[in-house]
């Protein structure tokens, strides 16, 4: 009986195992050069930051920053093959009404000291997601659409 019992507790660690080394062996997550430099960071929002990850996925790119406050910023590009299909995606995925800001087609949504966004640009749609410390003022939506201009 304990024979089984392990067994049972065996194979879905190897499984998950065998999976995890697959998927970063095999280039779905790749890492990529950032492709919001830090300088333009901090000339849209202010402040000093830091890129501490950032990777490529299937049509994806996402990049992830901190300041020296503590504050967190990530950004993720979803390229499509068409503007249908990034226009299908950013509806499936729409934080609330949508709007057109600036030329673009947003979805935003802020809850205390953090603030999401979705912006439509064409093929691609970009997700920006900003959590600030109590010491720091969250920045506007003209300025988070800035970072990927």
Known sequence: MKGVREGKILVPIFVI??????????GVL????????????SNVIGGKW????YYTGNS??????????????????YS?????EAKNFFYSNELGTSQSY???LISYYV??????????????????SYIATGSTTLPSIGQLINLIK
């Open 80 to 84: 499509f093959n068409s503007p249908l």
């Open 102 to 104: 600036g030329g673009y």
């Open 30 to 41: 790749t890492t990529q050069s950032p492709f919001i430099p830090t300088t333009s960071v």
């Open 111 to 128: 809850h205390g000291l953090s603030e999401s966004i979705y912006v439509l640009d064409g093929n691609n749609v970009f997700y920006i």
């Open 50 to 53: 830091t890129i501490q990850n």
């Open 17 to 26: 195992t065998v999976v995890i080394l697959l998927i970063f062996t095999s």
């Open 60 to 77: 994806t790119l996402t990049e992830i920053l901190t300041n020296t406050k503590g504050d967190v910023l990530i950004i993720t590009k």
